[in-house]
């Protein structure tokens, strides 16, 4: 899970505080894999990628999570450290349609690459195959490796007392579903049955299972893995600011007891050194100065256009009907191509900077006031299509609302367009940052369909005709925001799906 990061910079700390016998006594007691890594930095001087990952394995916990063999990454985040000081963490979402590279396994049997969900590479080939899936993602090297299991996470939450959460009221209706039994469910985001999550809203003390259950909940959460990303992220904010602000490093009985904990809990690769941990923890003091940009790759629910089977976005693997979220090359060429990497299928050369909405194209000239726009809503986040049209209303678009989209699972925003339509649908996509843009030659005209990764609505910067606009320009006095909902629109809020630079709080703050 997320929360390792702290612990990773507490180790350190006290290695510096301790001298050599610190250093061996966490090197002695860590988790070591042979993933065949580079020894050392691969990716060029002053740079490096860690691999940071949260499993499912229910490993020593006697059943407790379910009996479920194996494991998967519930939590895998890309940390790149570049050379000028600052850090890009990126989010890969446990359900995305990637292609997983061929591998031999243990018995020396070779697979064949294929198109699966992101979490099952490491469930079938191993870290080893999670790093490879990785590499050929975003054509970054991954130079180190750190892991985590659930029962690692539990025991160092418990190690400093628990730490306190801050739950948003929902106006969301409850999840209904069908669990893997097919037992008929109900989940809201402060009670989940599947989680074991309770509590809330507002801030509350969770110990370690509570804890596990809050980072780990997906069902009953308005805005699904998107919330869940972003409960993750408060709680390494509020986990860092009660180690490094309470009495656990000056307590010689405590640190003891963190330390033991936290390096029992961690699995490295062979080549990654508590002098390369250091490094990390050094970057990581950036969470309470805003030097570390905290991003998601965005994803959508596929549409039948794309393969899906039903109006729900599953479509069949492996036999059966799943629940899938595809992304587009090029939102992800966006956020790795300033980073060194590459994006196999992008169309585009990512210029445009990390986390950067889609520019106008060269020559587009379309204003607002030119521009006739459907609205859907694509996400559970009620009332969210009136008000967003409500915003580009103000703006000056021409904007119409249709209701709810076929499917109320998609995560980024997505401007489709008909043919002849694709400066006015640029320009909407300039006024709705963090949103991709797509053409269909069965649309007539532009349709934005809204994904629980809303945020707000800006000014678009239209190009003069020889240049292409702002690509994800700043709010502008006035803009519209998630928050300006009208009364009976849902509380929003939802955390973006591409993020600029961040830092978690002093005091929690609330998540759904």
Same mark, same amino acid.
């Not at 998107?226 to 390494?236: A, C, H, V, W, Y």
């Not at 062979?270 to 950036?286: F, N, P, Q, V």
């Given at each position: 899970?997320?929360?390792?990061?702290?612990?990773?910079?507490?180790?350190?700390?006290?290695?510096?505080?301790?001298?050599?016998?610190?250093?061996?006594?966490?090197?002695g007691?860590?988790?070591?894999?042979?993933?065949?890594?580079?020894?050392?930095?691969?990716?060029?001087?002053?740079?490096?990628?860690?691999?940071?990952?949260?499993?499912?394995?229910?490993?020593?916990?006697?059943?407790?999570?379910?009996?479920?063999?194996?494991?998967?990454?519930?939590?895998?985040?890309?940390?790149?450290?570049?050379?000028?000081?600052?850090?890009?963490?990126?989010?890969?979402?446990?359900?995305?349609?990637?292609?997983?590279?061929?591998?031999?396994?243990?018995?020396?049997?070779?697979h064949?690459?294929?198109?699966?969900?992101?979490?099952?590479?490491?469930?079938?080939?191993?870290?080893?195959?999670?790093?490879?899936?990785?590499?050929?993602?975003?054509?970054?090297?991954?130079?180190?490796?750190?892991?985590?299991?659930?029962?690692?996470?539990?025991?160092i939450?418990?190690?400093?007392?628990?730490?306190?959460?801050?739950?948003k009221?929902?106006?969301?209706?409850p999840?209904?579903?069908?669990d893997?039994n097919?037992?008929?469910?109900?989940?809201t985001?402060?009670?989940d049955?599947?989680?074991?999550?309770?509590?809330?809203?507002?801030?509350?003390?969770?110990?370690?299972?509570?804890?596990?259950?809050?980072?780990?909940?997906?069902?009953?959460?308005p805005?699904?893995?998107?919330?869940?990303?972003?409960?993750?992220?408060?709680?390494?904010?509020?986990?860092?600011?009660?180690?490094?602000?309470?009495?656990?490093?000056?307590?010689?009985?405590?640190?003891?007891?963190?330390?033991?904990?936290?390096?029992?809990?961690?699995t490295?690769?062979?080549?990654?050194?508590?002098?390369?941990?250091?490094?990390?923890?050094?970057?990581?003091?950036?969470?309470t100065?805003?030097?570390?940009?905290?991003?998601?790759?965005?994803?959508?629910?596929?549409?039948?256009?794309?393969?899906?089977?039903?109006?729900?976005?599953?479509?069949?693997?492996?036999?059966?009907?799943?629940?899938v979220?595809?992304?587009?090359?090029?939102?992800?060429?966006?956020?790795?191509?300033?980073?060194? !990497?590459?994006?196999? +299928?992008?169309? #585009?050369? *990512? =210029? /445009?900077? $990390? %986390? @950067?909405? &889609?520019?106008?194209?060269?020559?587009?000239?379309?204003?607002?006031?030119?521009?006739?726009?459907?609205?859907?809503?694509?996400?559970?986040?009620?009332?969210?299509?009136?008000?967003?049209?409500?915003?580009?209303?103000?703006?000056?678009?021409?904007?119409?609302?249709?209701?709810?989209?076929?499917?109320?699972?998609?995560?980024?925003?997505?401007?489709?367009?008909?043919?002849?339509?694709?400066?006015?649908?640029?320009?909407?996509?300039?006024?709705?940052?963090?949103?991709?843009?797509?053409?269909?030659?069965?649309?007539?005209?532009?349709?934005?369909?809204l994904?629980?990764?809303?945020?707000?609505?800006?000014?678009?910067?239209?190009?003069?005709?020889?240049?292409?606009?702002?690509?994800?320009?700043?709010?502008?006095?006035? !803009?519209?925001?998630? +928050?300006?909902? #009208?009364? *009976? =629109? /849902?509380? $929003? %809020? @939802?955390? &973006?799906?591409?993020?600029?630079?961040?830092?978690?709080?002093?005091?929690?703050?609330?998540?759904?």
């Open positions: 899970m997320l929360a390792f990061l702290s612990f990773v910079s507490c180790c350190v700390l006290l290695v510096t505080v301790g001298g050599w016998a610190a250093y061996s006594f966490i090197n007691k860590v988790n070591r894999i042979d993933l065949g890594l580079s020894d050392g930095s691969s990716s060029g001087v002053g740079v490096a990628n860690y691999l940071l990952v949260g499993t499912d394995s229910r490993a020593g916990t006697g059943g407790e999570y379910g009996d479920v063999e194996g494991q998967r990454s519930d939590t895998t985040i890309l940390a790149h450290l570049s050379k000028d000081g600052t850090t890009t963490m990126i989010s890969f979402p446990r359900d995305m349609y990637v292609t997983i590279p061929e591998y031999t396994d243990t018995n020396g049997k070779r064949a690459s294929t198109k699966d969900k992101f979490n099952a590479a490491i469930s079938s080939g191993g870290p080893s195959l999670l790093v490879k899936t990785i590499e050929s993602l975003t054509g970054m090297q991954v130079d180190h490796y750190i892991s985590m299991d659930l029962q690692g996470f539990k025991k939450t418990d190690a400093i007392g628990g730490v306190e959460v801050c739950i009221p929902s106006n969301a209706p999840q209904r579903f069908q893997d097919g037992r008929w469910r109900v989940s985001n402060t009670n049955p599947m989680s074991g999550f309770h509590g809330g809203p507002g801030t509350i003390q969770v110990d370690g299972d509570q804890a596990l259950a809050f980072v780990r909940q997906r069902h009953g959460l805005a699904g893995d998107t919330d869940r990303i972003s409960r993750q992220q408060q709680f390494i904010g509020a986990m860092f600011h009660k180690i490094m602000n309470g009495d656990t490093l000056t307590n010689p009985i405590k640190a003891e007891r963190l330390v033991s904990t936290a390096a029992g809990a961690l490295l690769d062979e080549h990654t050194t508590i002098a390369d941990l250091r490094g990390l923890a050094t970057r990581i003091k950036g969470l100065s805003g030097g570390i940009r905290m991003q998601t790759v965005p994803t959508h629910a596929p549409t039948r256009a794309e393969g899906a089977v039903d109006d729900m976005g599953d479509i069949r693997l492996h036999g059966t009907r799943a629940s979220q595809f992304y587009r090359p090029d939102d992800l060429l966006r956020i790795v191509n300033p980073l060194g !990497g590459r994006v196999e +299928g992008a169309t #585009t050369s *990512g =210029d /445009a900077g $990390a %986390g @950067a909405g &889609p520019s106008l194209a060269p020559g587009a000239t379309a204003a607002p006031s030119q521009v006739r726009v459907t609205v859907y809503n694509g996400s559970s986040r009620s009332g969210l299509a009136s008000q967003v049209t409500a915003a580009l209303t103000r703006k000056g678009f021409h904007a119409r609302n249709a209701g709810n989209a076929s499917a109320l699972t998609h995560v980024t925003s997505r401007v489709i367009y008909g043919p002849g339509q694709e400066a006015e649908a640029r320009t909407v996509a300039a006024a709705v940052p963090g949103s991709s843009v797509l053409a269909d030659s069965s649309v007539t005209g532009v349709q934005l369909v994904g629980s990764g809303f945020t707000e609505v800006v000014t678009p910067a239209v190009s003069s005709g020889t240049g292409t606009s702002s690509a994800n320009p700043a709010p502008a006095a006035g !803009g519209t925001t998630a +928050g300006d909902a #009208t009364a *009976g =629109d /849902a509380t $929003a %809020g @939802a955390t &973006p799906a591409v993020q600029g630079p961040t830092a978690p709080p002093e005091a929690p703050t609330c998540t759904y």
